[in-house]
């Protein structure tokens, strides 16, 4: 089913100003909808490097003449601006901007055939020349190439014209090239590396239903059951962004929810303190508090370091966390702390480039590992932001430390089955002492790692890394490499059973800094098979268990028209109802113990749990294996691991 669409935008109908976009980690794990909006474009690219951009890389200006147009103001240095508009329906007959290039430093030009923001098909304006490139995960393959000159002082209008399986490139509505192309469709877009500005857009084309054909033993979107809501927690004046936690602290059976808020230091939220924690139960009584809480808008961008863990296997939890430059064990019940000693000493220069001006760490985050094989995971790994890790016992005595690039959050694992974990922090496995068994030769850091048997049968056990710039690693327990994919900056890792048509788990990552929000599923071995872009920005893509078949689902997030639980194919099979819920932060877990996922969903202000409707029948036994809710963080790798397979 098709029909035709002509859209024009000549930016008249957007006042003057910004686009607003702070370009900070918030969106790493945060659905943020009130950044990068114009009307129907949306900014697909985001980098830190650009918060010096004044509030926004594109702005709408009034000329002198009387003409609107947008215009990308910046110099980005690292990756490149880019504005979209338009779906995966569109099939373009043609695309052409009027283009004024402000500088000589970087091309600027027209975007077509957008799958995502590393594949599509553009023409780009230089200063002598007019260049067709096929954009693919940071190589340029260029089509066609012909002399043209662009002056900062008129525009030129490109223009691409789309036919069956050729191209044609226009200038001034004069034809000067063309290329041998088939379209793929998509949305189109303006890109520009440095200043440039755009005015008088127009796409000319058909929208074609995207309604692949499915093999008959694949669920559609109409065979799950609905997300409907169970429980709403008033959190008014103690609540925060993705701080919370859950465990049963009480030892009642039943899990409550803690709750905490930062203290940021330094001007910046790499250094955050707890400033308050909130015990309350699933019908939101508040139990006790520690510290005094604050009715703030909180932007917090890094873990808050606090867990919920029974430490000695005395049937409650625990709150294991640091605030006030100490390490602190607290009672489940009423939040009195039962012992503590000071964090780590900072060393000069260790945390951040300059140094680090606190005599003491104010520590990052924490995990729990059996290093000692007493059958309990019951040493606790104590991390700064990013150089250091420090070993304790229950009783908070030091272990051992480890420098190191230490990534973000480590994954621990019995590779050698001799009882006790290893310990994979950043790119080093350690064992249980803290010695260096090997280190992958690679930069960046490592933002979520996995580790077990992904693959069916008797397989080998692997480690799923996503190290930032240096992208996707599949590796062996020597730290071979078995597989890179150079996707971006790979932010989120994933192992989970999302496919029956493919053997063993299946290996998701996505992406943040740079080209954000495109997400790549690939085979237990690392082998692509499918790449897409649900929205512009990351996502934890939590497994969910929501019809207790043997596959799962994957949480983008709750908002009623950009989120929804994701299949294996990178598809929307289930959207959550327009209903007024928080989309701030969400979650999965089995928060009432009946075997069946719940969905959180929450901001400062309230937290709402969605169950699916209706339940598929479960058990707490058949349950897959998650992770542990005591290894809880923005930054954990997330593995699904049904009961029964190899994976564990």
Not at 144 to 152: K, L
Not at 500 to 506: E, S, T
Request: contains cysteine; aromatic residues 8%.
């Amino acid at each position: 089913m098709t029909a035709t669409f002509h859209v024009s935008d000549d930016f008249t109908g957007y006042a003057p100003g910004h686009i607003p976009n702070d370009y900070t980690p918030w969106g790493e794990y945060h659905c943020r909808t009130d950044q990068g909006r114009l009307g129907p474009w949306r900014e697909a690219t985001t980098h830190y490097t650009w918060r010096n951009s004044g509030g926004g890389c594109w702005r709408i200006i009034d000329e002198e003449t009387g003409q609107r147009a947008v215009e990308q103001q910046f110099w980005a240095e690292k990756s490149y601006p880019l504005l979209v508009t338009g779906d995966a329906s569109w099939r373009l007959n043609s695309a052409c901007v009027r283009l004024r290039t402000l500088s000589f430093a970087a091309p600027a030009g027209l975007v077509v055939d957008y799958r995502h923001s590393r594949d599509f098909l553009a023409l780009l304006a230089h200063p002598e020349h007019l260049s067709l490139v096929h954009r693919r995960h940071g190589e340029d393959r260029e089509l066609a190439s012909v002399p043209a000159s662009f002056s900062p002082d008129e525009y030129r209008k490109p223009e691409l014209r789309c036919t069956s399986g050729h191209v044609r490139v226009l200038l001034d509505d004069v034809e000067v090239s063309g290329a041998d192309w088939t379209s793929r469709g998509g949305p189109a877009g303006l890109l520009a590396h440095a200043p440039a500005r755009f005015a008088e857009f127009e796409v000319t084309g058909r929208n074609v239903l995207v309604s692949p054909t499915v093999p008959s033993s694949r669920p559609q979107a109409g065979d799950y059951p609905a997300a409907t809501l169970w429980k709403r927690i008033d959190t008014e004046g103690f609540g925060s962004d993705r701080n919370l936690r859950i465990g049963d602290i009480n030892g009642d059976g039943q899990n409550e929810i803690v709750i905490a808020q930062p203290l940021m230091y330094l001007g910046r939220d790499n250094h955050t303190m707890i400033r308050s924690l909130t015990a309350v139960d699933l019908d939101g009584n508040i139990l006790w508090q520690q510290g005094t809480p604050v009715p703030e808008h909180f932007e917090t961008t890094c873990d808050l370091c606090f867990q919920l863990h029974d430490l000695d296997a005395k049937g409650r939890a625990d709150i294991v966390y640091t605030t006030d430059l100490q390490l602190r064990v607290a009672s489940g019940l009423d939040g009195e702390t039962l012992r503590c000693v000071p964090t780590p000493n900072t060393a000069p220069g260790n945390e951040v480039p300059g140094g680090f001006p606190m005599a003491r760490t104010v520590g990052d985050c924490l995990h729990f590992a059996d290093l000692r094989g007493t059958g309990n995971a019951d040493t606790i790994i104590l991390k700064d932001r990013y150089s250091t890790a420090w070993a304790y016992d229950q009783d908070l005595n030091l272990l051992w430390e480890h420098a190191c690039t230490t990534g973000h959050y480590p994954a621990s694992f019995d590779i050698d089955g001799d009882g006790r974990d290893e310990l994979m922090l950043g790119y080093d496995l350690l064992d249980g002492e803290g010695n260096l068994r090997w280190r992958l030769d690679t930069f960046d850091h490592a933002d979520g790692i996995v580790m077990g048997r992904f693959g069916p049968g008797d397989a080998p056990i692997r480690i799923a890394l996503t190290g930032s710039d240096a992208g996707f690693f599949l590796l062996d327990v020597d730290g071979t490499i078995r597989q890179h994919h150079d996707i971006g900056h790979a932010q989120t890792i994933v192992a989970a059973k999302l496919r029956n048509d493919i053997p063993g788990l299946q290996l998701v990552a996505n992406t943040y800094w740079g080209e954000a929000g495109i997400t790549v599923v690939m085979d237990h071995e690392g082998h692509v098979l499918t790449e897409c872009e649900p929205v512009h920005y990351a996502s934890l893509l939590q497994p969910v268990n929501w019809t207790f078949d043997d596959l799962d689902l994957m949480l983008l997030s709750t908002h009623p028209e950009e989120g929804g639980l994701l299949n294996g194919h990178g598809e929307r099979v289930v959207m959550f109802p327009n209903d007024g819920h928080p989309v701030l932060c969400c979650d999965v877990k089995d928060v009432d113990g009946d075997g069946v996922d719940e969905i959180l969903t929450w901001d400062e202000h309230a937290v709402w749990i969605y169950k699916p409707d209706p339940p598929p029948a479960a058990s707490p036994e058949t349950h897959p294996i998650r992770n542990a809710v005591y290894n809880d963080s923005n930054y954990s790798g997330q593995f699904s691991f049904p009961i029964g397979s190899s994976g564990t």
